[in-house]
């Protein structure tokens, strides 16, 4: 009955962008420039990640005249994840080149 | 505030408004971070992108065991009312399809009234035995025995709510009724000679309907019962 995280390169690049501080809460708009990601593209992975208990959120203080931000970091569970999936996918090419096996 | 930025905020406060109370949060994020987005264009990508979350319909999370009573009794309240309305439509055609069973004189508009009489026969059975499990809990949960099992015990009404969402799986049952009948209904309608493709494609787009409608409860369903079930984790 369990649903499973789905293992998109998309996932793997958010992963990333956590992995490269892992203590570090990060806004939702830097993860976004950072990965090239479509804000309908992020969040939908922030949530499935948040679903799974791989990612903590937290409202940032307020500063005066300016609105809090919404903040993530990943948990213990998700950090595994991350460094798991990370590897796999540097470790795996992304695909083959075209022209392979085709004689030139 | 330019015109672009004044529409990427606008858009980002209905995403607010209108989005499910489960994402309710996600959508504040969202609309917050349009305020440090230097580009307007930028701001007004973002805020369209946010949109995305509107197709994301759940329930407000269950933050602690505490909640699963009220959403015990929210959904036993929810499935008693669906129980009846869903034993209308069979109701109502069974018949109808019986009739035409008799009526019709080619054979494929026998054969769709008679899978059409076997669709209504199994939705009416399934959703009256439901029916009948659903008043039982009902006539339970008057008792005060049970609502302090319910209220004192969260850990075994936890168990109890699993129980019931995992039921969900078993609304195939009725679905594939309602399979039946467009299935019939297509067939007695195909077999007529001025062939009505309207009403057939009709059909056809509500079966899909139907299909995704069962995708999506599943879904959430499934959601809630990982919810619990980290909750109980938590617990122990």
């Not at chain 2, 230097?38 to 369209?48: F, V």
């Not at chain 2, 980290?230 to 122990?236: D, K, Q």
């Given at each position: 009955?369990s649903?499973?995280?789905?293992?998109?390169p998309?996932?793997?690049?958010?992963?990333?962008?956590?992995?490269?501080?892992?203590?570090?809460?990060?806004?939702?708009?830097?993860?976004?420039?950072?990965?090239?990601l479509?804000?309908?593209?992020l969040?939908?992975?922030l949530m499935r990640?948040?679903?799974?208990?791989?990612?903590?959120?937290?409202?940032?203080?307020?500063e005066?005249?300016?609105?809090?931000?919404?903040?993530?970091?990943?948990?213990?569970?998700g950090?595994?994840?991350?460094?798991?999936?990370?590897s796999?996918?540097?470790a795996?090419?992304?695909?083959?080149?075209?022209?392979?096996?085709?004689?030139? | 505030?330019?015109l672009?930025?004044?529409?990427?905020?606008?858009?980002?406060?209905?995403?607010?408004?209108?989005?499910?109370?489960?994402?309710?949060?996600?959508?504040?994020?969202?609309?917050?971070?349009?305020?440090?987005i230097?580009?307007?264009?930028?701001?007004?990508?973002?805020?369209?992108g946010?949109?995305r979350v509107l197709l994301?319909r759940?329930?407000a999370?269950?933050?602690s065991l505490?909640?699963?009573p009220?959403?015990?009794?929210?959904?036993?309240?929810?499935?008693?009312?669906?129980?009846?309305?869903?034993?209308?439509?069979?109701?109502?055609?069974?018949?109808?399809?019986?009739?035409?069973f008799?009526?019709?004189?080619?054979?494929?508009?026998?054969?769709?009234?008679?899978?059409?009489?076997?669709?209504?026969?199994?939705?009416?059975?399934?959703?009256?035995?439901?029916?009948?499990?659903?008043?039982?809990?009902?006539?339970?949960?008057l008792?005060?025995?049970?609502?302090?099992?319910?209220?004192?015990?969260?850990?075994?009404?936890?168990?109890?709510?699993?129980?019931?969402?995992k039921?969900?799986?078993?609304l195939?049952?009725?679905?594939?009724?309602?399979?039946?009948?467009?299935l019939?209904?297509?067939?007695?309608?195909?077999?007529?000679d001025d062939?009505?493709?309207?009403?057939?494609v009709?059909?056809?787009?509500?079966?899909?309907?139907?299909?995704?409608?069962?995708?999506?409860?599943?879904?959430?369903?499934?959601?809630r019962?990982?919810?619990?079930d980290?909750?109980?984790?938590?617990?122990?």
């Open positions: 009955m649903m499973k995280m789905r293992r998109s998309q996932t793997a690049q958010v992963l990333a962008e956590f992995l490269s501080d892992e203590q570090q809460w990060r806004y939702g708009y830097d993860i976004s420039r950072n990965t090239g479509k804000s309908g593209t969040y939908p992975i990640l948040a679903e799974h208990r791989m990612l903590k959120t937290s409202w940032e203080t307020a005066t005249g300016r609105p809090p931000r919404h903040m993530y970091k990943l948990t213990k569970d950090l595994r994840y991350a460094r798991e999936l990370v796999e996918s540097t795996q090419p992304v695909g083959d080149p075209a022209y392979e096996g085709v004689g030139l | 505030m330019t672009v930025r004044g529409l990427a905020v606008r858009i980002s406060c209905r995403v607010v408004r209108w989005a499910s109370p489960g994402c309710k949060e996600w959508a504040e994020g969202l609309e917050r971070e349009v305020a440090f230097e580009s307007d264009w930028a701001a007004l990508g973002w805020a369209i946010s949109t994301d759940r329930a999370p269950l933050r505490d909640e699963v009220a959403a015990t009794y929210k959904l036993l309240d929810g499935a008693l009312v669906r129980s009846g309305f869903f034993l209308l439509m069979p109701i109502m055609d069974g018949p109808l399809f019986l009739h035409w008799f009526v019709t004189r080619s054979t494929l508009g026998r054969a769709g009234s008679a899978i059409g009489v076997l669709g209504s026969v199994i939705a009416v059975t399934y959703m009256l035995l439901e029916r009948h499990r659903l008043l039982l809990i009902e006539r339970r949960r008792k005060e025995t049970w609502q302090d099992y319910i209220y004192n015990d969260v850990v075994a009404c936890a168990h109890f709510y699993k129980e019931q969402l039921r969900c799986d078993k195939w049952i009725y679905f594939s009724s309602y399979l039946c009948w467009m019939g209904k297509s067939l007695y309608y195909t077999s007529h062939k009505d493709m309207f009403t057939l009709l059909f056809s787009l509500f079966i899909l309907f139907i299909l995704l409608v069962m995708s999506l409860v599943k879904q959430q369903k499934l959601r019962i990982e919810e619990i980290a909750l109980l984790a938590e617990r122990e």
